[in-house]
T-cell receptor
């Protein structure tokens, strides 16, 4: 089955630190990946669409300079939370689907819990 | 933007009982998907139902879709303790895999 690996699973760091989260599709190519944010006991909020070889598309209200996305290959997208502050603490999840096929289920990473002190 | 919204429910049922949860959405869709999330983990895909389908089964799961009412339901039959999780519906309005998630239903199955 399709597997998406997300790393790290848990990060605790000081305010002002930049944190990079990786999302890899292990056994399939993904020209598009998605990044979500989830607050406790709430639903997933789509932050941005990561496109291989081009700029990410950000949802309204998401600061692109705060959340830098790079999709340099068909199997890897990274989300960097720049100069993180306590309000950026959250659960971040990525997803991907097999390229070139419509009506595909998405495969999710296990998420990254980010805690900013 | 498209948004799936489950009826806000926290279900607590006994093992062996059936669990039903609902989802409504506001605009036309290409497909609707159901996912399960165990606490602190990523989401696991359960079923995808296309807009021209009315019902779909997968093991103990049954999903219905009523596009005239813009609603869907997920039925879990003969529930097990391992079914304890949050369940989300998500809609794909344009067929481009960009999903809008509903609020989720927390299901607790008591052994």
């Amino acid at each position: 089955g399709a597997v998406v690996s997300q790393h790290p699973s848990w990060v605790i760091c000081k305010s002002g630190t930049s944190v990079k989260i990786e999302c890899r599709s292990l056994d399939f190519q993904a020209t598009t990946m998605f990044w979500y944010r989830q607050f406790p006991k709430q639903s997933l909020m789509l932050m941005a669409t990561s496109n291989e070889g081009s700029k990410a598309t950000y949802e309204q209200g998401v600061e692109k300079d705060k959340f830098l996305i790079n999709h340099a290959s068909l199997t890897l997208s990274t989300l960097t939370v720049t100069s993180a502050h306590p309000e950026d603490s959250s659960f971040y999840i990525c997803s991907a689907y097999r390229s070139g096929q419509p009506n595909q289920p998405q495969h999710f990473g296990d998420g990254t819990r980010l805690s900013i002190l | 933007s498209q948004q799936g919204e489950e009826d806000p429910q926290a279900l607590s049922i006994q093992e062996g009982e059936n669990a039903t949860m609902n989802c409504s959405y506001k605009t036309s869709i290409n497909n609707l998907q159901w996912y399960r999330q165990n606490s602190g983990r990523g989401l696991v895909h359960l079923i995808l139902i296309r807009s021209n389908e009315r019902e779909k089964h997968s093991g103990r799961l049954r999903v219905t879709l009523d596009t005239s009412k813009k609603s869907s339901s997920l039925l879990i039959t003969a529930s097990r303790a391992a079914d304890t999780a949050s369940y989300f519906c998500a809609t794909d309005a344009a067929g481009n895999n960009r999903l809008a998630f509903g609020k989720g239903n927390q299901v607790v199955v008591i052994p």
